[in-house]
């Protein structure tokens, strides 16, 4: 299986902050990564798919990027509704695998 | 619009069986495979395993290999996830996705159930 490693676990961070998480991927595999943003006692949401497409309604202000085993989710400018927890997850092979989480706390 | 409403919590005991549903509208059921993904209190995402309504096929997780059944019903949108042999370390919020398969950027679990709970307790 595909081992998925984020960094940091959590992350503290001020409103119109930029911050960026982590993902490494325990082997290539190209593009196919996905971001999901999961507030407390809901269901995870989508964000970027492929490493770098924002799925539709999502502000711009969120951003991916990377190819073969590193990538990277940026958010540009903090806003209070971003304080959540993001997972990376690959979908180039079964089984698909996901992050740890990255928990974003307000500083 | 799209959406998968699941079937309320649930408290088994141990060595017991817990089937949750998971009941689609806003788009063709049978055009896109359901996953099921769980996530333990405080803990991170875990996938089971999928099926296609179309042809019925199913793929799981080596771990649930064995105890785990997905199903579904084409008539009513609703797909099925059994697992059998609960132990407290099922103990967990059980999710559905739909998966959308795009032809260059992979797949990606786009819509997502509410998520049941299934508590295990003796």
């Known amino acids: 299986d595909i081992q998925m490693t984020q960094s940091p676990s959590s992350l503290s961070a001020s409103v119109g902050d930029r911050v960026t998480i982590s993902c490494r991927a325990s082997q290539s595999i190209s593009r196919h990564l996905n971001w999901y943003q999961q507030k407390p006692g809901k269901a995870p949401k989508l964000l970027i798919f492929g490493a770098s497409s924002l799925q539709t309604e999502v502000p711009s202000r969120f951003s991916g990027s990377g190819s073969g085993t590193d990538f990277t989710l940026t958010i540009s400018s903090l806003q209070p509704e971003d304080f959540a927890i993001y997972y990376c997850?690959?979908?180039?092979?079964?089984?698909?695998?996901f992050g740890q989480g990255t928990k974003l706390q307000i500083k | 619009q799209v959406q998968l409403v699941q079937s309320g919590a649930e408290v088994k005991k141990p060595g017991a069986s817990v089937k949750v549903s998971c009941t689609a509208s806003?788009?063709?059921?049978?055009?896109?495979?359901i996953n099921w993904v769980r996530q333990a209190t405080g803990q991170g995402l875990e996938w089971m395993g999928w099926m296609n309504p179309y042809s019925a096929s199913t793929g799981y997780a080596q771990k649930f290999q064995g105890r785990v059944t997905m199903t579904r019903n084409t008539s009513i949108s609703t797909a099925y996830m059994e697992l059998n042999s609960l132990s407290s370390e099922d103990t967990a919020v059980y999710y559905c996705a739909r998966l959308f398969v795009r032809k260059t950027s992979g797949s990606s679990f786009d819509f997502w159930g509410q998520g049941t709970l299934v508590t295990v307790s003796s």
């Open positions: 997850q690959q979908s180039h092979s079964r089984p698909s695998t």
């Open positions: 806003g788009y063709t059921f049978s055009s896109y495979d």
